[in-house]
């Protein structure tokens, strides 16, 4: 068996760079949003926002709007034009869809349970 090298701090953080991403409106028209990647802090406090539990009847509920929202608020950079994660509710629908590729998915970072084995 080979051994394995250690994982060096580049390997492990992420670095405050950002990506542009332009989402085509139609009508020869575009948005530009600038998104840094989101950091386990930023999924985990989503995740938080995304899972409700009634304390009486101990049902549990998803709340999508509170995960995008907690979500984008942490990794938005910049958009032109200009808006934040306050702004999500006047959205339309199509340019909601469009941004919600961009981010990560509730339950994408939680292992399968084969990695979680390793």
């Known amino acids: 068996m080979s051994e394995r090298e250690v994982a060096t701090a580049e390997d492990i953080f992420i670095d405050s ?6 989402i085509e409106l139609g009508n020869n028209k575009i948005i530009k949003i600038s998104l840094r990647e989101p950091t386990w802090q930023n999924y985990t406090d989503a995740m938080r926002a995304f899972t409700k539990i009634n304390a009486r009847t101990q049902k549990v509920s998803a709340d999508y709007g509170a995960y995008y929202h907690s979500l984008l608020r942490a990794v938005l950079v910049k958009s032109e034009p200009k808006f934040n ?3 999500l509710i006047r959205l339309k629908a199509d340019v ?9 998915e509730p339950g994408e970072l939680t292992p399968s349970g084969d990695d979680a084995k390793n």
């Open 85 to 87: 994660a306050d702004d």
């Open 17 to 22: 760079s950002e990506q542009e991403h332009t």
């Open 96 to 104: 909601g869809a469009q941004i919600q590729t961009l981010l990560v």
